[in-house]
């Protein structure tokens, strides 16, 4: 079956108020029919934890021996279920991404959020480019999240902090200061919550945001999962003034990164490198050219 062709185009002043505040709320980025076939899929990669072995599938809050996992996440779900590839979600993204950064934007990451019924614990307030590694660049990125539930404020739907996305790359320290914990946190001195807006987005809607805009999401205090799946792009890095440090990512000892590095030697870096070529189209020179720009950039 062909790739969908795109079929939501935002309007002049969604681009404005998007570059404006940072974010921005679609009430529909995929049909109704395919909400029903991603919730089905992306549920079945959490229930058998698929890439849990090679450490894509983890809790975001919690440790291997937690076992009340609370805030499981999935890296790169497309590479566990082929049927994620050729989406109208994908193509409506990838369309968005390039009236919002521009023609030279492309796919960078992608993950899945379950935040389970009733415990689901809270996201942490981060901005996403606090994630990368430190390095000689830096990064117009954007995030297209959308969730397969209606998300209230009751369920986990993201809140943002007015005006953040102006704002260089924040401090962050890691959860509870604990290296073994995926998620980072912006240091609470750096902002006031008296500036968040809370933005509830319905299922098959999106919200997008700029990657140095401050966000969380609540906890889920309703009956029913929340399930969100999240499209990441960017442009080309730009060199940066200076090298940039973010000493939150160093010395990480989190259990999804210990997994991930027992599967590399086990093997895994061939197919890893397979997958990366094909999701970041290294096939194409410009692209090629970028990464390996990124590469030789990285701080040693
Ligand atoms: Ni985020």
Known sequence: MPAPLPDVVLTAEQIASFHEHGFLSIPRITSPAEVELL????????TERAGWQEGAQFDLVAG??????????????V???????DTQFRANAGAIARQLLGAEASASFEHSILKGAREGAPTPWHQDEAYRAADAFEYDQISIWMPLQDASAERGCLQYIRGSHKRGVLRHRRVNDDPTVHSIETHPDEFDLADAVVCPVPAGGAVIHAGRMIHSAG?????EPRLAYTLAFELPPRPSATVRRFDWNEGVESADIIRRRAWLRRGGVAKEVVRRARYHELYKPRRLAFELRRLAGRRK
């Open 219 to 223: 906890p889920n205090t309703t009956d």
């Open 79 to 85: 590479n566990y279920a082929p049927q994620l590839r």
């Open 39 to 46: 919730r089905s899929t992306l549920t079945r990669l959490f």
């Open 64 to 77: 291997d021996d937690d076992h009340d996992s609370a805030l499981t996440q999935i890296i790169q779900p």
